[in-house]
């Protein structure tokens, strides 16, 4: 099995033969690691799409809108993930963003998931019939368990998510009074041991 240091050194050097910059080729290797260690199909769809690359041209969209119609061909998940971190801060004032054709949408995913780290976030995705909840970063929550190729996403949309609690506040009352239940009233031994040395200092 590959290492993700290998993953990402690989991934990274493969980006710049292909013509990418050494910066955009260094989010590329660091994108394709957190693919693999969610569990999802990221040297594959890089290969392909590389392959395809050489043979198809793929719309680069520089400034991100609220809704984001492909002028020719499908954007490149590349540069417009690329463009989306770097637009995040002024992109998460909008409830919702749309895309519309973007060529292999699973190498676009991991920059929406740092995006999510960078804002304090959590951030939904949706491209066909395919979600995803990306957590900070940390993990990705999917119903895709394919291990196959997606060459292409016809509608995209995304949700920036308010930070709430799962929970009622009458449930967290109820747990944390269940967890008083351990704290220690302070004793005179105890405040004397809490003062300093005391009478067993020998300086």
Not at 27 to 45: A, D
């Amino acid at each position: 099995m590959r290492s993700l240091s290998e993953i990402d050194t690989t991934s990274k050097r493969a980006s710049r033969a292909a013509g990418y910059s050494w910066g955009i080729s260094e989010e590329v290797g660091k994108n394709i690691k957190i693919l693999e260690m969610f569990g999802l199909p990221g040297i594959k769809n890089l290969n392909n799409f590389f392959n395809n690359k050489k043979i198809k041209k793929f719309e680069n969209l520089n400034f991100i809108s609220k809704d984001n119609k492909k002028a020719s061909s499908e954007f490149c998940p590349i540069v417009l993930g690329t463009n989306f971190i770097d637009q995040i801060k002024s992109l998460e004032k909008f409830n919702e963003i749309k895309f519309e054709k973007i060529a292999y949408p699973l190498l676009f995913l991991p920059f929406v998931s740092r995006a999510s780290e960078i804002i304090g976030k959590r951030i939904f995705l949706k491209f066909d019939n395919k979600e995803f909840l990306l957590n900070f970063n940390l993990n990705i929550y999917s119903n895709f368990l394919q291990n196959e190729i997606v060459e292409s996403a016809n509608t995209i949309l995304i949700k920036f998510l308010e930070n709430s609690d799962s929970f009622s506040e009458k449930e967290w009352e109820n747990l944390y009074k269940l967890s008083e239940e351990t704290f220690v009233e302070e004793s005179e031994s105890l405040k004397q041991v809490g003062a300093g040395a005391g009478l067993t200092d020998n300086d």
